[in-house]
């Protein structure tokens, strides 16, 4: 059965600190991994991945992918209050559909 | 550019009542997608479509149905709602064809918070 596991599920830091989210998978026909960060509302897409070892940067965010060990990472740097928030990552396969993970709650404490 | 707009987005009805969330996106996306958030099961998906007249099952289908009769449309129905549907709904799209990786992003609609009294 294919799967994708985060951890941990809940992380609480400082504003200032550098935290790493964890995702794990276990899919048939990968097509790629996806970031999505959700605050109140609904997930919004953070990043794609398709190919090992290129990292996507996006601000204070950025993630790699190493599909020889099946995870991604997302690091944040010099986290701030904004920063809080359920971090998900998802595993598109052949059918399009995406298989998600539980998620991370991080919050960021002042 | 409206983008994916659900509603109502919020919704208070009695148990055995049925309920229609409606879903309509602009993007002329292939693939329309419902799920349900609820705390310790993360996203689930209840129906997906690939295209017009097309869909099919998800993980938790049992208690709703769908339709998709154009592109940009994807009602879902509770046929008698009951407590256990009580949940956040979230209507998502993505491109979903060309083969391009970049087709498999979904797109989420704010949401609908379902109350079932």
């Known amino acids: 059965e294919d799967k994708v596991v985060q951890s941990p599920l809940s992380l609480v830091v400082h504003e200032g600190d550098t935290v790493t989210l964890n995702c794990s998978y276990e899919?048939?026909?990968?097509?790629?991994l996806l970031w999505y960060k959700q605050e109140k509302k609904a997930p919004t897409f953070l990043f794609m991945l398709t190919s090992s070892g290129i990292e996507k940067k996006s601000g204070r965010l950025s993630s790699i992918l190493d599909k020889k060990e099946l995870f991604s990472i997302l690091n944040i740097t010099a986290t701030q209050t904004g920063d809080s928030a359920i971090y998900l990552c998802?595993?598109?396969?052949?059918?399009?559909?995406?298989?998600w993970g539980a998620g991370t709650k991080l919050i960021i404490k002042p | 550019d409206a983008g994916i707009t659900q509603s109502p987005r919020y919704k208070i009805t009695e148990t055995g009542r049925q309920v229609t969330l409606m879903c309509h996106q602009t993007w002329s996306h292939s693939y329309m997608f419902w799920y349900r958030q609820d705390l310790g099961h993360g996203l689930r998906l209840i129906y997906y479509?690939?295209?017009?007249?097309?869909?099919d099952k998800g993980e938790v289908p049992d208690g709703y149905v769908v339709s998709r009769s154009k592109t940009e449309n994807f009602p879902l129905t509770l046929e008698s709602a009951t407590r256990s549907q009580t949940s956040v709904y979230f209507c998502?799209?993505?491109?979903?064809?060309?083969?391009?990786?970049?087709?498999?992003?979904?797109?989420f609609g704010p949401g609908t918070r379902l109350t079932v009294l």
């Open positions: 998802a595993v598109a396969s052949n059918n399009y559909q995406l298989i």
């Open positions: 899919v048939t026909n990968f097509r790629s």
């Open positions: 998502a799209s993505s491109e979903g064809t060309g083969g391009a990786r970049e087709a498999d992003t979904q797109y």
């Open positions: 479509s690939a295209a017009a007249d097309i869909t």
